[in-house]
């Protein structure tokens, strides 16, 4: 009977083991990519006369999330499937000054040899009927382990500070009317999202402006 009980708590000992090894390396993925893109913001910051990116911010998916988002989805509850099937464990969000600013980023990052593009969902040129808008990448990085590489998924996503006023907005309306949104607000929330999409192309207009005025001005 002892043997029983101590085998069981021995294989869920052992998977508490993988789990947390598991969520390490997406952990460690996440610290790649903000290293890289600090780097990316120190150099802006030193080498140009304006740094794009304003600021960056990521999160680890919490194993209850993930868990709830494999069932919702339909798959398998292993590790391999839950590593192949959801992309988005870990997150970084990068919020730059301009519309022209998420796509230089984005060119950055994917000329960088060790991170593989899988995936692009261009909600900027193409938005959401809600008004949603946000470039995001799923990427993979190679994290080296002391006995392994692992290629592991990141999702990036990349917005200017207008879209991104408005998502954590819309977010927390989302989650405060558990997704079903009055039809009044709704509509209310598409027109706030063209009205930010038009203040980003006038910022986009003036920032133009001054790059032509400052290359006039260097000659
Ligand atoms: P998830 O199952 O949520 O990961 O969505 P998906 O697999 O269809 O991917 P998609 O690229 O469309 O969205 C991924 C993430 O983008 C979400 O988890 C949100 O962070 C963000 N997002 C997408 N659509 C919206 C939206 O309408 N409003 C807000 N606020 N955020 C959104
Ligand atoms: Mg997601």
């Not at 709704?186 to 001054?210: G, Y």
Request: with cysteine.
């Amino acid at each position: 009977m002892a043997t029983i009980v101590e085998n069981e708590l021995d294989s869920l000992k052992n998977l508490k083991d993988s789990f947390v090894r598991f969520m390490m390396t997406y952990k460690f993925a996440l610290e790649e990519v903000n290293t890289k893109i600090n780097i990316l913001k120190q150099e802006f910051q030193y080498a140009d006369d304006y740094n794009p990116i304003e600021h960056i911010t990521s999160r680890l998916k919490s194993p209850e999330s993930i868990i709830n988002k494999a069932y919702r989805k339909g798959f398998d509850l292993t590790l391999s499937s839950i590593k192949e099937n959801i992309r988005d464990i870990a997150g970084v969000r990068i919020t730059c000054s301009f519309i022209s600013d998420i796509y230089k980023i984005s060119r950055m990052l994917q000329n960088q040899k060790d991170i593989k593009l899988i995936e692009v969902k261009d909600y900027v040129k193409n938005p959401k009927p809600n008004g949603y808008r946000s470039l995001h990448l799923i990427i993979q990085i190679p994290v080296f382990m002391s006995n392994r590489v692992n290629d592991v998924y990141v999702e990036v996503q990349i917005r200017t500070i207008a879209m991104d006023f408005w998502s954590s907005l819309e977010h927390k309306i989302y989650y405060k009317y558990s997704g079903e949104i009055p039809k009044e607000l709704k509509e209310e929330l598409t027109e706030a999202a063209f009205s930010a999409l038009k203040l980003d192309e006038k910022m986009e207009n003036i920032h133009d402006q001054v790059n032509k005025i400052k290359k006039h001005s260097q000659f």
